[in-house]
């Protein structure tokens, strides 16, 4: 039976012991949904353990003499994927706007007897994108994997952000996803095999405090990865793979501040190990931790005032971001 709430003059449904009350018709959708509730839950055990078998099964494919461009790899999880392709012996170019901290990378890769190229690149300018592109092939040849890894975070609430900063935000952490894709993809279409990877972010399936620019732009990674698998996809290019990193917040000092009242934050050298692991698997979405493809989505499924009870009394999502520190000007990010 439906009732209106006076005060709050929205519909209730009056459940008792399972059934509607007075409602045949009602009764019979009550059942139904408990049915099909049922049937979900049962195909997402399903579709988990094929994942988790699928993934486990893969074959692997080495990354020894692929050219490897890393966008912001001269720190965080940038460098900890230099490092570790170049260990691997990939054909590793770096990009990233800070020279100091390019010929720190640099040098500590040469003391382990491992070459890399540098490239002083700051991938919001769409020119030096595309000029710096074609003398990395000149240099190395055409890259077999793109791994768009810069992004930046301001930390602030939205009326405290400063206009440049979210434009800033926006041009490193999406729409330089263009300008690299559109100087690389070309090639890979030629040779018809490529992967590129997509470094996006949990705050791009959940949205987050003090995060309205960063949030919104790994939302747009997710959309800009989607939308070019199905480009792909439609025209036949199979060979290209394209994978999603979806990270929880990584100890990089981009999050300082911030203070996750449930899961600890990631560290920048198990994420790329990660994302080296599913590069060679050719995974297409990857969460970390893994646990969370199959929980964020059921934010679509309940209730919007669950879902902020949820966020805020459960996970106390805002309260651990409360002291994220706003955004300053770092060596490399």
């Given at each position: 039976m439906f009732h209106t709430d006076a005060a709050l003059r929205t519909p209730l449904i009056v459940f008792s012991t399972g059934k509607i009350h007075g409602d045949p018709a009602a009764s019979t959708l009550s059942r139904w949904i408990q049915k099909a509730g049922l049937d979900i839950v049962v195909r997402m055990k399903e579709f988990a353990i094929l994942s988790i078998l699928s993934v486990r099964c893969a074959k692997r494919r080495a990354c020894g003499g692929r050219v490897v461009l890393v966008t912001g790899g001269a720190g965080g999880v940038g460098q900890e994927l230099v490092l570790r392709l170049a260990r691997e012996?990939?054909?590793?170019a770096v990009w990233d706007v800070n020279e100091k901290a390019l010929e720190k990378v640099k040098l500590k890769m040469e003391n382990e007897g491992h070459k890399i190229y540098t490239y002083p690149v700051d991938v919001t300018d769409r020119n030096m994108v595309y000029k710096y592109a074609d003398i990395v092939k000149a240099d190395l040849g055409p890259v077999d994997?793109?791994?768009n890894?810069?992004?930046?975070v301001c930390g602030q609430t939205l009326l405290d952000i400063p206009d440049y900063m979210i434009e800033k935000t926006y041009k490193v952490n999406i729409l330089s996803h263009y300008w690299t894709t559109k100087a690389f993809l070309p090639d890979m279409l030629k040779k018809e095999q490529g992967h590129i990877v997509t470094v996006g972010s949990l705050t791009g399936l959940l949205g987050t405090y003090r995060c309205t620019d960063y949030s919104a732009t790994k939302h747009a990674t997710v959309g800009f990865h989607e939308s070019l698998l199905v480009e792909l996809k439609t025209h036949g290019h199979d060979k290209i793979?394209?994978?999603?990193?979806c990270p929880y917040f990584i100890?990089?000092?981009m999050f300082d501040g911030c203070k996750p009242k449930n899961i600890d934050m990631?560290?920048?050298r198990d994420v790329a190990k990660r994302i080296v692991t599913a590069i060679k698997r050719e995974e297409v979405f990857v969460t970390l931790p893994g646990i969370m493809r199959y929980i964020l989505p059921l934010k679509n499924y309940i209730p919007a005032k669950l879902g902020w009870a949820v966020m805020y009394r459960l996970?106390?999502?805002p309260q651990s971001m409360m002291g994220l520190r706003a955004f300053r000007e770092v060596e490399a990010a």
């Open positions: 012996d990939a054909k590793v994997v793109l791994i890894n810069a992004g930046i793979n394209l994978t999603l990193i100890n990089t000092g990631l560290e920048p996970i106390q999502g």
